[in-house]
């Protein structure tokens, strides 16, 4: 694939493709070489981290039958990309950082494939799960008593099949049309982002009224359920919280990701903007092992089900 004299030498002239769309700069380390050693260290200890608290999500959801519900099996499909991230995209991502710096560059072109594809595929799945989760919260406030017969586990479960695929024919178109794709990937990246503040946003209002009614009316069972049972106000307004926190956290790893993939698909890739690539690449897998954390610590019914399976409780 790779002639052996690439693996010896790249000069800093090289531009020309070494493998699929990749041309030299992206085995380059350059003047960079301690940030690529700590970035790739961080992406080792984030890959257990990400593992192991994802896959006590998934354990604790799949075992406890109270938890199965179309909000539950949003979460379900985000943990799962979630945990794919700790398995595979960042043990490939590290293996690439040092095929890298030790110029093996068949293996770097290899994994940066893979690691490519890896992200692109399970990033995207959390993200449009995250959009999922904003408007499952939207349309449990909005639909009330026919929420539960619209929104169901099989409808939910289908539309998740579906998005997996989704994602899935979008990756495959990636490796012919890869610009093309990032440039796509950017575009629906945005749209959901602009569907879920739009989810959220419109919760808020919803909610703020009906609490300001709650206050000025005084009636204390108005405050934990509406007069025809429906829903429960105050446990469906600590769930939102909840969620936004999960959106607000993905929010703040995935825009500075998204900003220098749009500068990579303006200009040319060269070894500054492709160690910006890969360093906000890094928080964007950091997403991966705070989720798992929020679930716990804002979710109740999450909470109460992992602290009833771990060892120690």
Known sequence: MVSAALNSNLSEEMTDIVCYHMNTNYFKTGDFLDWYIANSVLCSILAIATAMANSCILTTIW???????????????????????GLLAQPAAVINTVAKIHGFINTACISGVAVAALSTYLCGVSLLSVTAVGIDRYLALHLHLRYK?????????????????????LLVTWLWYPRFILGLGIAVGCICILITSACFFRIYLVLRYHFRQISIKTQPKTENQESNGTLNLTHYRKSVLGMFMVYLV??????????????????????????????????????SVINPFIYCWRLQDIKTAVLQRLPCV
Not at 270 to 287: K, M, P
């Open 149 to 169: 017969q619209l929104v169901t586990n099989k409808r939910v479960i289908a539309l998740l099949v579906f998005t997996w695929l989704f994602v899935a024919l």
């Open 250 to 287: 993905l929010l703040f790893c995935y825009f500075p990701y998204l900003s220098v993939a749009g500068v990579v698909v303006v200009q040319d890739i060269n070894t500054a903007n492709r160690l910006l690539f890969e360093l906000t690449r890094t928080l964007v897998y950091v997403n």
């Open 63 to 85: 075992r406890t039958p109270y938890l199965h519900t179309p909000s539950n099996v949003i979460l379900f499909s985000l943990a799962l990309s979630d945990l794919g991230v």
